[in-house]
């Protein structure tokens, strides 16, 4: 073949497969069904050959971890060392507290997740590619009822959402990650807002559509450090899942309120997740913005009227 | 029977991407497997063959990244036409240069990829971290070529050519 021609055939055949990419861009933005089966079915496809490789080549990833993240172990075991010993100091109060907070959920019949199912999964992997860097991999799927959209959780609290849901394996999207939002309730003060992760920190949680700022900056009213915050009545998931704790209020503007969450959840370090198998909402039932209607005491009606061009209101 | 050899390697590629290269980082960067398995199809393949070869790994890569079908795929195959179109005029099969070929276009399929995604409404990709991510597994990729190399250039040997008819390899 002439290399024109065979130019010409290589631009011709390229024009193709970028025309056939952005087809499945646009399919894949619409969520078009038959394509997330298929992506499902390759995952699924791929599931044991993957499985077969990783049992039999996990002690090269060992052995990495442990010559390059020795210095990281020692640290950490330390510390857990320490909070060991800070936990035997507290464990009679904690045991007097847990039998008072028990007869008062009995009392008031506060639920956390009660009656509902979970499926107990073991985490396959982290990220895999390079930049997404806020996903895990579940051992469970749709085969054990587990649909996108539900709440992962370990016994400190909210994990993340199923965003992928294939026949034996899941992926979850973690709390960590800046664009899931949550909807959440400050438990001192009783308000509900919505909040997300912060990018490049994997322990950070931040509340800042909801919540105003007090009139005043009176401190009795803010949040207080140290409160729980815990997932809201209208959130995606079921209420009362712990998210963390307070460890920071400001204001940017002086009107909005920003609450910085340390999370109860370690997710770089997950090992076991449960899914709550209960049916989420698609979509955070956010209450409809209705304009304000109400006119100012001070401004007599009649002049609106007439700035408006002399109609009169019906 | 050459698209049969390059879905096994491609196959091998994201076994090991998923697996080995979850744990085994540096600086916390993996390489990029898949891209090299385009880089290469590229390569070796040239800008008829190289473009499927990339839009295929591509779209595997994509069926396990968090973001959009199809990104990877386009990038992939137009980084692969665009090494293939080169490589008849400008390179040599040397090993040398297939391993500065695959760092330099490992970085740009890295970059390509955080901006295309950030047009298409992806947040916080384009940043200091980006060309981190984009040098580390650019220079990981370049050295794993010369594992990846051999095992491309028999994938994409024509059948011809494995049966001793003398067809160049590398010129398809």
Same mark, same amino acid.
């Given at each position: 073949?002439p290399p ?5 055939r ?11 990419s952005?087809?499945l861009?646009?399919l894949?933005?619409?969520s078009f069904g038959p394509l997330?089966s ?8 791929l599931?044991?050959v993957?499985?077969?490789v990783d049992?039999g ?8 971890n442990?010559a390059?993240s ?5 640290t ?14 507290h464990?009679?109060a904690?045991e ?8 008062l959920?009995?009392?008031v019949?506060i639920?956390f ?12 992997r982290?990220?895999?590619?390079n ?5 895990v991999?579940?051992s469970?799927?749709?085969n ?12 400190a609290?909210?994990v993340g959402r ?7 394996t ?19 003060t009783?308000?509900?807002?919505l909040?997300?992760g912060l990018?490049?920190?994997?322990s950070r949680?931040v ?7 007090p009139e005043?900056?009176d ?7 140290g ?16 998210i ?7 204001t ?5 309120m920003v609450?910085?969450v ?19 909402p698609?979509?955070v039932?956010?209450?409809p913005?209705?304009?304000s209607?109400?006119v100012?005491?001070e401004i007599?009606?009649?002049?609106l ?8 209101t019906p | 029977?050459?698209?049969?050899r ?5 196959i ?23 891209a090299?398995?385009a880089i ?5 393949g040239g800008?008829? +063959?190289?473009?499927v /070869?990339?839009?295929? @790994?591509?779209?595997?890569?994509d069926?396990? !990244?968090p973001t959009h079908? %199809?990104v990877?795929a386009?990038?992939?195959a137009?980084t692969a036409?665009i ?5 008849a005029?400008l390179f040599h099969?040397?090993?040398g240069q297939?391993? +500065?070929?695959v760092? /330099?276009?490992t970085m @740009?399929i ?5 901006f !295309?995604n950030e047009?298409l %409404? ?6 200091v971290?980006m060309l ?7 220079v990981?990729n370049g050295v794993?070529?010369?594992v ?6 028999w994938?994409m040997?024509?059948t ?6 003398r ?6």
């Amino acid at each position: 073949m002439p290399p024109a021609q065979r130019a010409g055939r290589s631009r011709y055949r390229l024009a193709l497969l970028v025309l056939t990419s952005i087809t499945l861009l646009s399919l894949d933005f619409r969520s078009f069904g038959p394509l997330e089966s298929a992506q499902s079915g390759v995952r699924d496809l791929l599931h044991p050959v993957t499985s077969i490789v990783d049992t039999g080549l996990s002690p090269i990833g060992d052995a990495w971890n442990a010559a390059f993240s020795y210095g990281d172990l020692e640290t950490e075991n330390q510390d857990l060392r320490r909070q060991i010993d800070e936990m035997t100091g507290h464990a009679i109060a904690v045991e007097a507290n847990s039998a008072a907070f028990e007869r008062l959920q009995r009392a008031v019949d506060i639920r956390f997740g009660e009656g509902i199912p979970t499926a107990v999964a073991t985490v396959l992997r982290g990220e895999v590619g390079n930049f997404d860097t806020n996903v895990v991999t579940i051992s469970k799927g749709s085969n054990s009822g587990i649909r996108e959209g539900m709440a992962v959780v370990t016994g400190a609290g909210l994990v993340g959402r199923v965003s992928r849901a294939d026949r034996t394996t899941s992926t979850v999207e973690l709390v960590t990650d800046p664009s899931l939002i949550i909807g959440v309730r400050v438990v001192s003060t009783d308000e509900v807002g919505l909040g997300h992760g912060l990018a490049g920190e994997p322990s950070r949680f931040v509340i800042d559509q909801g919540p105003g700022w007090p009139e005043g900056g009176d401190p009795a009213l803010l949040p207080r450090i140290g409160s729980a915050v815990v997932t809201a009545t209208d959130s995606r998931y079921s209420a009362e899942i712990p998210i963390g704790t307070v460890v920071d209020v400001a204001t940017p503007d002086g009107l909005a309120m920003v609450v910085t969450v340390e999370l109860s959840n370690d997710v770089t370090d997950l090992g076991f997740v449960s899914v709550m198998l209960d049916i989420a909402p698609d979509e955070v039932p956010l209450l409809p913005v209705v304009p304000s209607t109400l006119v100012p005491i001070e401004i007599d009606p009649a002049q609106l009227d007439s700035a408006a061009g002399g109609g009169s209101t019906p | 029977m050459t698209y049969l050899r390059v879905a096994l390697v491609s196959i091998v590629a994201i076994s090991l991407q998923l697996t080995v290269f979850v744990d085994v980082r540096v600086f916390g960067v993996a390489p990029e497997l898949l891209a090299l398995v385009a880089i290469l199809g590229g390569y070796f393949g040239g800008s008829q +063959t190289g473009p499927v /070869v990339g839009f295929a @790994a591509g779209l595997l890569w994509d069926v396990y !990244l968090p973001t959009h079908l %199809g990104v990877s795929a386009m990038i992939f195959a137009v980084t692969a036409y665009i090494i293939g179109t080169l490589e008849a005029g400008l390179f040599h099969d040397s090993r040398g240069q297939v391993g +500065t070929v695959v760092v /330099v276009a490992t970085m @740009a399929i890295v970059v390509s990829y955080a901006f !295309l995604n950030e047009i298409l %409404g992806v947040r916080g990709l384009i940043n200091v971290e980006m060309l981190r991510v984009a040098a580390v597994s650019g220079v990981m990729n370049g050295v794993l070529s010369f594992v990846a190399a051999p095992a491309m250039k028999w994938a994409m040997a024509p059948t011809s050519a494995r049966r001793g008819a003398r067809v160049p390899v590398s010129r398809a």
